[in-house]
Structure formats: C-alpha cells, structure tokens
C-alpha cells in the first residue's frame, strides 16, 4: 500500500559512496518533484535535495552539494540519490517524497512543499 520505497541503505565507510533508489508503486514518478529527506537521531528532519517534475530544476543543500546528486531513470520509474564522498554526519535516514504536478526551474533551492506521499525511509550508516 505504500506508493514510494527507499531502498539501498546501508553501512559504509567515511568517504565511500552509496546509491539509494526512490521506486514508485501506483504513482508516474515523472508528474511529481521528488525530495530527498533525512533525519538523524536526535535532529529534526531535513531536505538534502529535490527534483522537480518534468525534468525541471534539481537542487542540494548546501552540506552535501557537489557530493549528492539526483537523477531519475524513467523506464524504471525510480529516482536516484547518488551519495559519494560520505561522512560520518551523513547517517540517517533517508526518505524520498512527492509533490505531484510540482515543477520548477531556475532555482537553487527547494521549494517549500508539504509532499503528498512519503517513503518509509532506509537507513544510511557511516562508519568506519
């Protein structure tokens, strides 16, 4: 009944590199922006990246910028969140969220947005 799964989450060490999967189930993941979100214990969650619909804009906060990306493989329905050069203050976990028919260009931020559906979250270690 869920209609987003995270998955590939896991242990890594401190400088690796890990790819995490958005797969939608009931939703064409091409009509919706998709962000990416992460919370640690203790922390409030947080928007580490998004990708507009339509192949619009992709932006980062500014902790993980030029080391995450975001992209989307359309034939899989699935969007990915490409984490390379990890540190330890990366562990948490990761949850993907969509907002259809949001779109947006030229920006560099996230948009504010509630998101209409959740994942369930995948968790991301980093560890040596």
């Known amino acids: 009944q869920v209609p987003l799964v995270e998955f590939g989450g896991g242990l890594v060490q401190p400088g690796g590199s890990l790819t995490l999967s958005c797969a939608g189930s009931?939703?064409?993941?091409?009509?919706?922006?998709i962000g990416w979100f992460r919370q640690a214990p203790g922390k409030s969650r947080e928007e580490v990246g998004c990708i507009s619909s339509l192949d619009g804009s992709t932006n980062y906060e500014d902790s993980v910028k030029g080391r995450f990306t975001i992209s989307r493989e359309y034939t899989k329905n699935t969007v990915y969140l490409h984490m390379n050069s990890l540190k330890l203050e990366d562990t948490a976990v990761y949850y993907c969220?969509?907002?259809?028919?949001?779109?947006?260009?030229?920006?560099?931020?996230?948009?504010?947005?509630?998101?209409?559906?959740w994942g369930q979250g995948t968790q991301v270690t980093v560890s040596s």
């Open positions: 969220a969509a907002e259809k028919d949001l779109y947006y260009s030229g920006t560099d931020h996230c948009p504010s947005a509630d998101y209409d559906y």
């Open positions: 009931g939703l064409a993941l091409e009509r919706f922006a």
